[in-house]
């Protein structure tokens, strides 16, 4: 069965810093893979895929993620946040197998000034 | 853009009552999803359905079922609710590519 593992339930991190939050997933076979995030009192919204070709994925507000088959990681980076990046971010795997997304725990990123 | 209606954002009911939790979408997607959202334990999957009338269970569907008569709605049902049952109710449909669109969430607890 797969699994997906976010180690830091919250992160604080000041604006205009770079952060990184960590994702690891376990699946022998081939896997999409996805960032969701949300923002208080709302539905999470997606934010990145990989599903294949190139292995760094970026969105359109600034965030990337890396998909490392070798260590099974999806980590999601910013260079610099925004206050306005405080939300908290899931990490999301699917398979073929398992024919459904398999969520994280979970990520709190709060922005602080 | 894809929008996903939840009936009610906040819900109290009394413990046995019996709970419905409407969800509508507006884009034809087939496939559509019951998730709850607990904090520390992320989304866990209750149950999904890929066409009219058809369901699967998830990871969690006890003292739950649900309903799809047609195909932009899909309901949740709590038979009777118990207190265990408090948390955040998530609906989501899917598109291309395993993407899922989420509705707003509805907060149900339960006394």
């Known amino acids: 069965a797969q699994s997906v593992t976010q180690l830091d339930s919250q992160v604080p991190v000041f604006e205009e810093a770079p952060v990184e939050l960590r994702c690891n997933y376990s699946s022998s076979v081939s896997v999409y893979l996805f960032w969701y995030v949300q923002y208080p009192n709302q539905g999470l919204q997606l934010l990145l895929k990989?599903?294949?070709?190139?292995?760094l994925v970026e969105s359109i507000n600034g965030f990337e993620a890396e998909f490392n088959k070798s260590q099974t990681s999806f980590h999601l980076r910013k260079p610099s946040v925004h206050i306005s990046d405080t939300a908290e971010y899931f990490c999301?795997?699917?398979?073929?197998?398992?024919?459904?997304?398999?969520f994280g725990t979970g990520t709190q990123l709060k922005v602080e000034l | 853009d894809v929008k996903v209606t939840q009936s009610s954002r906040y819900l109290v009911k009394r413990t046995g009552e019996k709970v419905f939790l409407e969800c509508v979408q507006d884009?034809?997607?087939?496939?559509m999803f019951w998730y709850r959202q607990d904090p520390g334990l992320g989304l866990r999957l209750i149950y999904f359905s890929y066409d009219v009338k058809m369901k699967e269970k998830g990871d969690i569907p006890e003292g739950y079922s649900v309903s799809r008569e047609k195909k932009e709605r899909f309901s949740l049902i709590l038979e009777s609710a118990s207190t265990n049952q408090t948390s955040m109710y998530l609906c989501?449909?899917?598109?291309?590519?395993?993407?899922?669109?989420f509705g707003p969430g509805t907060r149900l607890t339960v006394t």
């Open positions: 999301a795997v699917f398979t073929g197998g398992g024919n459904k997304l398999t």
């Open positions: 884009m034809d997607h087939e496939n």
């Open positions: 989501a449909t899917e598109a291309t590519a395993y993407e899922q669109y």
């Open positions: 990989y599903l294949s070709g190139s292995t």
